[in-house]
């Protein structure tokens, strides 16, 4: 059963039943507590909510205690069309849908609200954020039922498209449950953490007394009064100054050079970043009654990956790790996929050999023993070296051993690059596109840059392959750990575990001690059925660890 919802103003709602194929079953009806109404429908027919944004309506009922089980993401299903047509990065609200429905002028998307640090601002935090002008329930359904037909109309195979959409719209709903939950953080080992690494807190502000000392050796080495280490280009300079040629100032360039001012400056690189990205003014920020509350953006990176809005959540350093603490009398089981995008190849590519190898719990040992003379180092510069488009070095030996042996595998990413090459367009297994040359795109995601009017060329288009070869194993390897992710929170239901974080193929399940063997069950199960229900009767083993622990840093 479906029932579509658009939110109103002080908690109000509008609900439409509608049949399987998507068309009004019953009357519409106005309701003065949306959550209410939720609520009763969920405990009596647990319906498959259409509504307008999962981020945008979900946590407030999450605050008034209602959980759904199933949901259609309008935007992210609307996103996800778009790309598939060759549009990706066109406005995906539902004022937008409607307009090209209609052929008027289409609407930008509103912009997302900043996420307000929980302290002082939880009410914005768990306030449903805005989905552009209000929306009409007609409006919905009418963007619903196009939705539908061009779901069945998609390049790839529909049945696949739809489990991508179903995947998606859960990842919404877990990405809110993890935000509600929140991550548990002790605010005391955190400090006492801070303080090891970088010494008191200055009472004025400034920088800590451990990055103060490794100023005054850094400006001692370079015979200067003072220095900016965080600065790219006054730190070049330092070193040109002092005779040293270096193309850039990134750790790995100057862990080569042989300067006395190279250590200081490589361990005030990482304390500088640990103190502004996760020091104690994040601490008060971010971290208040015992949780970490981020907010979670599915389907943030081109390439299906999650991304965050405000608190760094998906890049903690391992050190701060050790703050991730469970309540007393619970544990955090930690789960995360072994050699994961090595095993999409060998399930996706139909290369039999390769998926034969991946039956092994060590994909690398099984194709060293199988190809690469017992090499693992060499078997594991060859795949990532196919994955990835390195062709340069060490990898050109390893690739043509690759090539020979597991042909299909190698196939399918290099027909993938010279799509991209070509300015075409690259699908994952269920069906998420790439987007077009003429889009620009971050470097840091893509690697490449369109050239005029879209044409590649050189080394752009040398670039645009790189990335579309990888695209389509990391956009499935995605859609793999949301079909854990939905999975893993089904098996949770009713019980006291909760999903309180999620990192590509990491996740974080907070549950009661005595649960714990229970979850590390559940995860593997998950994992099992996350594979059948893309790849169907694979040879390719997906392994998850997944290890109970007092503290995240204790399990990794």
């Keep these: 059963m479906l029932v579509a919802a658009v939110p109103g103003e002080g908690g109000s709602g509008r609900l439409l039943p509608l049949d399987d194929g998507g068309r009004p079953a019953g009357p519409a009806a106005t309701v003065s507590s949306l959550a209410a109404a939720v609520a009763s429908w969920e405990s009596s027919a647990r319906p498959r909510w259409v509504w307008p944004s999962t981020l945008a309506v979900y946590p407030s009922l999450l605050a008034a205690g209602v959980r759904v089980e199933r949901c259609h993401d309008v935007e992210l299903t609307e996103a996800l069309l778009l790309g598939s047509a060759g549009s990706w990065g066109a406005p995906r609200s539902v004022a937008a849908a409607l307009a090209r429905l209609r052929g008027t002028p289409v609407p930008p998307d509103p912009l997302p609200l900043a996420a307000a640090p929980p302290g002082g601002g939880q009410g914005e935090l768990f306030a449903a954020p805005a989905v552009g002008p209000s929306v009409e329930l007609d409006d919905l359904v009418a963007v619903y039922a196009d939705q539908r037909a061009r779901m069945a109309a998609v390049p790839s195979p529909p049945s696949r498209f739809r489990l991508l959409v179903a995947a998606e719209s859960a990842g919404a709903l877990v990405a809110s449950e993890m935000g509600a939950a929140g991550l548990p953080w002790r605010a005391d080992v955190h400090d006492d ?157 139909g290369d039999t050999r390769l998926a034969a190898a991946g039956r092994a719990g060590d994909l690398y040992a099984a194709l060293a023993a199988d190809a690469f003379g017992g090499d693992r180092a060499k078997a594991k510069v060859a795949l990532l070296g196919a994955m990835y488009g390195q062709t340069g070095g060490a990898a050109v030996p390893a690739l043509a051993v690759l090539r020979g042996h597991y042909p299909t595998a190698f196939g399918y990413v290099e027909a993938a690059a010279r799509t991209g090459e070509g300015g075409g367009l690259v699908r994952s297994w269920l069906g998420r596109t790439c987007p077009p040359s003429s889009v620009s795109v971050s470097l840091a995601e893509s690697g490449y840059e369109a050239g005029e009017g879209g044409s590649l060329t050189g080394a752009r288009a040398r670039a645009r392959g790189r990335f579309t070869r990888n695209f389509v194993i990391q956009a499935t390897a995605a859609e793999w750990a949301l079909a854990l992710l939905a999975t893993l929170r089904t098996a949770l239901a009713g019980t006291p575990a909760e999903l309180v974080f999620f990192q590509h193929d990491e996740v974080l399940v907070h549950c009661p001690a005595e649960q714990a063997d229970e979850v590390v069950a559940a995860v593997h199960a998950a994992g099992e059925r996350a594979t059948r229900t893309l790849f169907g009767d694979t040879e390719v083993r997906f392994p998850l660890e997944a290890v109970a622990a007092e503290s995240y840093a204790e399990a990794k």
């Design 193 to 349: 953490l801070l303080r090891s690494l970088l010494g008191p807190p200055s009472a004025v502000g400034g920088p800590p007394a451990r990055l103060v000392a490794l100023l005054a050796e850094i400006a001692a080495a370079f015979g200067v009064r003072s220095l900016h280490p965080e600065s790219p280009g006054e730190l070049l300079k330092a070193f040109h100054r002092a005779g040293v040629d270096v193309p850039n100032t990134r750790s790995w360039t100057l862990q080569h050079v042989d300067h006395p001012a190279v250590q200081p400056v490589l361990a005030y690189k990482e304390l500088f970043r640990i103190w502004t990205a996760h020091g104690w003014a994040w601490r008060d920020a971010w971290v208040h009654e015992g949780r970490f509350r981020p907010e979670y953006v599915p389907g943030g990176v081109v390439s299906g990956r999650w991304a965050s809005r405000g608190g760094g959540a998906l890049q903690i350093p391992k050190v701060i790790r050790r703050a991730v603490v469970a309540d007393p009398g619970w544990r955090l089981v930690v789960a995360d996929a072994a050699q994961l995008e090595p095993r999409v190849l060998a399930a996706v590519s």
